[in-house]
């Protein structure tokens, strides 16, 4: 079915959605890193980028927080950029793991690969992949230009998440050591770590990943700044990776009631990638037991849900500009 939608009834949804989420309680800032913490859990935002370049901004859109694992998804872009999707799929996996996204069971369950680039350990090996091989520097410098890229804008690295979370990533330095165990790490272990734990550390807006979402509705051209970032071949392969896995061991049930492909990180933010329509990003700190954020979703699927934009409806949606 053909289902059109004006840039009126967006806003009007995105409020209404915001309006009825805004006074719910529940989750608690991720404790694990000190600097998330301590967090103002009081911040929300929504932000929506449509296909022609349109941003609608609700809220704290424009507060600076840690991207976290929203960060995955960019870098698997990167790793498709520069070495193509079969690639990717071959080294690290496109599996749901069903199981938290630090978990050390899920790589011993499935030695042969880390299963997906959207869990930390498919992220570290995805790190460790980044070219140019070996370059601490330019491996970083890829990572942030591609953010930047997608996003029209640039990220700013948080100096004290960077070290709360290099002196606490006790966990993730086992992951990165039982991956180099089972031959998945393709550079220095160490230092493929400690790229996946800055771009953790990097700061961003709800603002920034709404447009960042929108680059991969797009097929990869950034609707902001009309730049052609990636091939169009990458958005339904991260597509169906964000689908599997965006939201841990809870993904199936995100999906069963919301039809939106997103990811979470525990920074509290969320992106959401309707491919063909928009982009959308929402930003609250307290996040459920999985490490997605409580009202970052509530406010998703109340909007996505009012507009019925949902993936698996078979509505064939435009926007109507
Ligand atoms: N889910 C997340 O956002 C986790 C990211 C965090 N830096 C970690 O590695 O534990």
Redesign the pocket.
């Known amino acids: 079915m053909e289902k059109t939608i004006t840039i009126d009834q967006i806003e009007q949804a995105a409020q209404e959605a915001f309006d009825e989420t805004k006074s719910l309680s529940g989750g608690v800032n991720a404790h694990y ?1 000190p600097y998330l913490a301590n967090i103002d859990p009081g911040l929300f935002g929504i932000s929506i980028t449509l296909l022609n370049g349109k941003c609608i901004n609700i809220g704290d859109t424009s507060y600076r927080f840690g991207i ?2 929203v960060s995955k998804v960019p870098t698997a872009i990167l790793v498709m950029r520069q070495q193509g999707p079969e690639v990717l799929l071959n080294k690290i996996g496109a599996d749901a793991t069903g199981l938290p ?2 978990s050390i069971f899920a790589i011993l369950l499935e030695n042969d690969h880390p299963s997906t680039p959207l869990v ?1 350990a498919g992220a570290i090996s995805a790190c460790s992949m980044v070219l140019p091989a070996g370059d601490s520097a330019g491996k970083w410098k890829a990572i942030v230009d591609n953010i930047t890229e997608l996003c029209g804008s640039a990220p700013v690295l948080i100096e004290q998440l960077y070290e709360s ?1 290099s002196a606490t ?1 006790f966990n ?1 330095r086992a992951i990165a050591w039982l991956l180099k165990n089972y031959n998945r790490i393709y550079d220095d272990v160490n230092m493929s770590l400690d790229l996946y ?1 800055r771009q ?1 550390s990097l700061g961003i807006t709800s603002a920034q990943l709404a447009v960042m979402a929108a680059t991969i509705a797009n097929n990869g051209v950034n609707p902001v700044s009309g730049k052609a970032v990636f091939d169009e071949a990458i958005t339904p392969k991260i597509t169906s990776l964000i689908a599997t896995v965006g939201f841990y061991e809870h993904t199936g049930d995100w999906l069963y009631t919301s039809g939106i492909p997103a990811k ?4 509290g933010g969320v992106i959401g990638v309707l491919p063909g329509v928009m982009g959308i990003s929402a930003f609250a700190p307290p996040l459920d037991e999985a ?1 997605n954020s409580v009202k970052a979703q509530a406010v998703m699927k109340s909007f996505v849900n009012k507009l019925e934009l949902g993936i698996f409806n078979g509505n064939r949606v435009s926007v109507k500009y």
Do not use: A, M
């Not at 979470?264 to 920074?267: I, K, N, Q, Y």
């Open positions: 890193i976290e694992s996204f630090n930390n979370e990533n993730n734990t953790c979470s990180g525990v920074g490490g």
